[in-house]
């Protein structure tokens, strides 16, 4: 049965991955990113059948916005993803601009919280439904020069285990880390290092099947893409 799945920073890396195999397994999906003209590509790229729409996750009456509409037009989702996230330029912490620094845990942190403010409750009014907040090997341990990212991701670890002390029965949430993907974020780190990681279109092939098949028995429970 075709499932109806919401995914933030869907225009790149791991966001646009998921998408695209997705689609291809016949999922509606309807996604955000933060410019427009890669939005406005993705649409063209996988048609009217779904649904993506030019959107900041720190702005949190954008989020409602769009919630609203998407709520109103496609019903709750069955999968949200939250996928959306920057990572500093690599630096000890003390030489990491407040600005930088502040972005990281806006879009990291109170962007999923603005998603999930609004994408919940609906869920939660139906009993039915899997939230998957996207953590990292760094949301579990630490590298230097990353410290502001590393930061949001075990805050991912923690948000995503107490929500799942608060979900009904029929609902799961789980942070969930991707391993290595060679994407954008990955490359700013390793640069040419970041080479031997699977690209998104591969880990895309593994990762939405397993997330389809996520489930209340996964509640709150830690998870890793398979390798």
């Excluded at 919401?6 to 410019?35: F, M, N, P, Q």
């Excluded at 609004?118 to 939660?124: D, K, L, S, T, V």
């Excluded at 799942?164 to 949430?173: Q, T, V, W």
Aim: proline share 6%.
């Amino acid at each position: 049965m075709a499932k109806t799945i919401v995914i933030t920073g869907v225009t790149r890396g791991i966001g646009r991955g998921l998408a695209v195999e997705l689609d291809r397994l016949g999922h509606k999906v309807i996604g955000c990113g933060r410019s427009a003209d890669p939005v406005a590509e993705l649409q063209t790229t996988l048609g009217q059948a779904h649904d993506f729409a030019a959107m900041d996750v720190t702005d949190d009456r954008a989020v409602a916005d769009w919630a609203r509409r998407t709520l109103a037009e496609h019903g709750a989702p069955d999968l949200l993803i939250n996928n959306a996230a920057i990572i500093n330029g690599n630096a000890n912490l003390v030489e990491v601009p407040v600005a930088e620094f502040d972005a990281v845990i806006d879009v990291n942190i109170k962007g999923v919280a603005n998603v999930i403010r609004h994408f919940a409750p609906a869920m939660i009014e139906h009993n039915h439904g899997v939230i998957v907040n996207l953590s990292s090997g760094w949301g579990r341990g630490t590298s230097p020069e990353v410290a502001p990212y590393c930061a949001t991701k075990w805050a991912m670890e923690g948000l995503s285990k107490a929500l799942a002390d608060e979900l009904p029965n029929g609902m799961a949430c789980v942070p969930l880390s991707p391993g290595m993907v060679n994407t954008g974020m990955l490359q700013s780190c390793f640069a040419g290092g970041a080479d031997s990681a699977r690209k998104p279109d591969a880990f895309a092939k593994v990762a939405a099947p397993f997330l389809l098949a996520l489930g209340p028995k996964d509640n709150g429970q830690s998870l890793t893409v398979p390798g």
